[in-house]
């Protein structure tokens, strides 16, 4: 058999209770052939049961941590294992469809990319809704200040009107929901940056690559969505948490901002951080509710700072700088 040119390398994205849907739909739906390596970090041994033998059955590698990785973390360990020539990081919340990785791999083939990006959806709306099919992200100089300028191209549009009006195109912006990235240019670079373990990363590696000299590329014939899960789900609420604490988040921030001398308080991070720690407050919606009607605005102000102040201890737990040695398991193949 012909080796596969490409490795998928699958993460936690902020929850667990979608992967084993998620796998399995990524094993029956892509023709192309590939390399897996799953990085479960920590999953409820349930769903991690599940998980290992979707694994089994298929074939590949499985790197299991007895604790919740930060995302780069989950991916460097998974990247140490690729010796493709094309590497594909998904998150463990994407359905795939039909074509998407033979689309991606082409249009690097094609182009030369550095890296690749598909047309990004949001799961489990109708009409479907594109979360990102491009855009920028580059930093420019304005009066003596560097400055992030950052955009979503086609975001929350339905898909129906998207896709009728774009073709293969150069981009500077792709998120780590699904992207293909040139496995020799990502080595060259030493693997991901770690200084933007759990924020920002997706910002870091585009403009890495760029300064490099790599060209990125949106290709709309490769479609995912990443399913929106319910925080407070079972196998969710644990890693939903600690994956956009404080703590975390503002670890990823000094990062980007001292390695591409951004100031803290750049518009564009200063959007991101809203919707971040917005993340990290939607299991508190009910909570929210009550201590409103009961103490106003003030009472929430205190419920968010109990929360918060829970929720950093736990990341100062989380805090050593490199994840714990994994356990790994190589599967050699399919079986009957």
Same mark, same amino acid.
């Given at each position: 058999?012909?080796?596969?040119? $490409?490795?998928?390398?699958?993460?936690?994205?902020?929850?667990?209770?979608?992967?084993?849907?998620?796998? *399995?739909?990524?094993?029956?739906?892509?023709?192309?052939?590939?390399?897996?390596?799953?990085?479960?970090?920590?999953?409820?041994?349930?769903?991690?049961?599940?998980?290992?033998?979707?694994?089994?059955?298929?074939?590949?590698?499985?790197?299991?941590?007895?604790?919740?990785?930060?995302?780069?973390?989950?991916?460097?360990?998974?990247?140490?294992?690729?010796?493709?020539?094309?590497?594909?990081?998904?998150?463990?919340?994407?359905?795939?469809?039909?074509?998407?990785?033979?689309? !991606?791999?082409?249009? *690097?083939?094609?182009?030369?990319?550095?890296?690749?990006?598909?047309?990004?959806?949001?799961?489990?709306?109708?009409?479907?809704?594109?979360?990102?099919?491009?855009?920028?992200?580059?930093?420019?100089?304005?009066?003596?200040?560097?400055?992030?300028?950052?955009?979503?191209?086609?975001?929350?549009?339905?898909?129906?009107?998207?896709?009728?009006?774009?073709?293969?195109?150069?981009?500077?912006?792709?998120?780590?929901?699904?992207?293909?990235?040139?496995?020799?240019? !990502?080595?060259?670079?030493?693997?991901?940056?770690?200084?933007?373990?759990?924020?920002?990363?997706?910002?870091?590696?585009?403009?890495?690559?760029?300064?490099?000299?790599?060209?990125?590329?949106?290709?709309?014939?490769?479609?995912?969505?990443?399913?929106?899960?319910?925080?407070? *789900?079972?196998?969710?609420?644990?890693?939903?948490?600690?994956?956009?604490?404080?703590?975390?988040?503002?670890?990823?921030?000094?990062?980007?901002?001292?390695?591409?001398?951004?100031?803290?308080?750049?518009?564009?991070?200063?959007?991101?951080?809203?919707?971040?720690?917005?993340?990290?407050?939607?299991?508190?919606?009910?909570?929210?509710? $009550?201590?409103?009607?009961?103490?106003?605005? *003030?009472?929430?102000?205190?419920?968010?700072?109990?929360?918060?102040?829970?929720?950093?201890?736990?990341?100062?737990?989380?805090?050593?700088?490199?994840?714990?040695?994994?356990? $790994?398991?190589?599967?050699?193949?399919?079986?009957?």
């Amino acid at each position: 058999m012909t080796e596969p040119l $490409v490795s998928v390398v699958v993460v936690p994205r902020e929850g667990f209770r979608q992967a084993p849907d998620c796998l *399995a739909r990524l094993l029956v739906s892509t023709e192309t052939p590939f390399r897996l390596v799953y990085v479960d970090g920590n999953a409820p041994a349930r769903i991690a049961r599940r998980v290992r033998g979707l694994v089994a059955r298929h074939g590949g590698t499985l790197v299991r941590t007895n604790r919740f990785l930060r995302p780069t973390h989950a991916r460097n360990l998974g990247f140490q294992r690729v010796d493709t020539r094309y590497t594909v990081f998904l998150d463990n919340d994407v359905r795939v469809t039909a074509g998407w990785l033979d689309a !991606l791999v082409s249009c *690097a083939e094609e182009t030369g990319a550095a890296f690749v990006s598909p047309v990004i959806c949001i799961g489990a709306r109708t009409p479907p809704e594109v979360h990102v099919a491009g855009g920028v992200n580059r930093i420019v100089e304005e009066a003596g200040r560097r400055r992030l300028i950052e955009t979503y191209d086609h975001a929350s549009r339905p898909l129906s009107e998207v896709l009728p009006g774009i073709a293969r195109q150069s981009t500077t912006m792709a998120e780590f929901h699904a992207i293909l990235i040139r496995t020799d240019s !990502l080595k060259a670079m030493g693997g991901l940056d770690e200084r933007c373990p759990t924020a920002f990363e997706h910002n870091d590696l585009c403009l890495s690559l760029e300064a490099r000299g790599g060209a990125g590329w949106l290709e709309p014939t490769s479609i995912v969505d990443y399913v929106h899960d319910s925080p407070t *789900a079972p196998g969710n609420l644990r890693y939903h948490l600690l994956r956009w604490s404080r703590a975390w988040i503002q670890e990823s921030l000094d990062g980007l901002c001292d390695k591409w001398g951004l100031e803290r308080d750049d518009p564009a991070l200063a959007s991101d951080l809203e919707s971040l720690h917005g993340r990290r407050r939607k299991p508190l919606r009910h909570i929210r509710r $009550v201590a409103r009607r009961l103490g106003g605005e *003030a009472a929430v102000t205190r419920v968010y700072a109990l929360a918060d102040r829970w929720v950093d201890g736990v990341a100062r737990r989380h805090r050593n700088g490199h994840p714990p040695e994994p356990r $790994v398991i190589l599967y050699p193949g399919p079986r009957a």
